[in-house]
């Protein structure tokens, strides 16, 4: 073999291997990404963002190696909604998944009418214009919903249970939060019910919190009920600790508030929400449509009691209150 037959053979053979991975790398399809949009901040809900990446991962997506998740947290700022969503369509997410309420959802809609959306809500989707209905929401949206209004009657019976000598009750409430109204109109008729009397205070910002507290004693509220509202998700060790302050017994929405301190809270469980919205978001990546994906209903409650908490606040927690609940912490 002449000398220069012999070195063009080598270099084939030791190129070959090279170019072949090359190919298939090139042939590999791209890692689909998932836009996450939420109206709180990463601190304060990370235990929920590792359900939903638990539900991509129950589904077949692990973060980081077929799937990829673009973050992007309001902070509390619901003004900035309509930027986050915008820059999301402009990364050409192949679904939005979003959390906090229902302004993520309508912010992500009015950016686009093709990109799936799937939502995480505590009103009525479909009062709140969110999806045509529940078995088929139509269009490019679909998701989660717990029907937080729902609860605040069962809250105030189980706070008034536990705190009897409570005949005026405030309800604290974020007035950007557009389900807010109905949610009040909710809480007014069960306190009839009951013979109490309800005080609402309003709060958007931390100082407003801490305005809250002191109108909350110059009213002489025995008792206080926080509505679900991602802003004091993102308030939750503020909240406890002013309640705790003031001496004012708290029921709060999530177990969340009852760990940092706080003395009870009702509500569904938000882990299993957010669970839920990685499965639809899974479902879409691998081609179902919204339109063909009824809204998902919660419905496990979840009523947790504080007796440290109750014991600092000098009430005394029943044998059949503690019974009823799913979790006690001592």
């Known amino acids: 073999m002449k000398r220069r037959e012999f070195i063009t053979l080598l270099g084939g053979a030791s190129a070959a291997p090279i170019l072949r991975p090359l190919a298939a790398r090139a042939q590999q399809p791209a890692m689909p990404v998932i836009g996450f949009m939420h109206s709180g901040s990463a601190d304060a809900f990370a235990p929920q963002v590792s359900a939903f990446q638990q539900g991509l991962k129950d589904s077949g997506y692990v973060e980081g190696q077929n799937v990829a998740i673009e973050y992007r947290w309001a902070d509390g700022r619901s003004d900035r909604l309509a930027t986050l969503a915008a820059d999301l369509v402009r990364r050409q997410v192949a679904v939005i998944a979003a959390f906090g309420g229902n302004n993520p959802t309508l912010a992500a809609r009015a950016a686009t009418g093709s990109i799936p959306i799937v939502f995480n809500t505590g009103a009525d989707p479909v009062r709140s214009g969110l999806v045509s209905s529940l078995s088929r929401p139509g269009g490019n949206v679909t998701g989660v919903s717990f029907l937080v209004e729902e609860l605040g009657a069962k809250t105030l019976g189980l706070l008034h249970e536990l705190v009897p000598k409570a005949t005026t009750i405030g309800v604290l409430v974020n007035p950007g939060n557009p389900e807010v109204e109905r949610e009040v109109t909710t809480m007014q008729e069960a306190t009839r019910t009951l013979g109490l009397q309800l005080q609402v205070v309003r709060a958007s910002t931390t100082n407003e919190i801490g305005n809250a ?37 708290t029921a709060y929405y999530r177990r969340e ?43 496990k409650f979840q009523f947790v009691i504080n007796l440290k908490a109750a014991k600092a606040l000098g009430l ?11 979790d006690v912490i001592e």
């Open 213 to 249: 507290f002191r109108v909350l004693i110059e009213r002489g509220v025995g008792a206080l009920i926080v509505i679900a509202d991602p802003f004091f998700g993102n308030r939750s060790a503020q909240l406890v600790e002013l309640a705790a302050r003031h001496r004012i017994p």
């Open 316 to 326: 005394d927690v029943s044998p059949e209150l503690s019974a009823r609940a799913n």
């Open 257 to 299: 508030f009852v760990e940092a301190g706080g003395l009870m809270s009702y509500g569904t469980s938000a882990n299993e929400a957010y669970h839920q919205v990685g499965d639809y978001v899974a479902r879409i990546l691998k081609g179902a449509k919204p339109a063909d994906l009824p809204v998902f209903q919660v419905v």
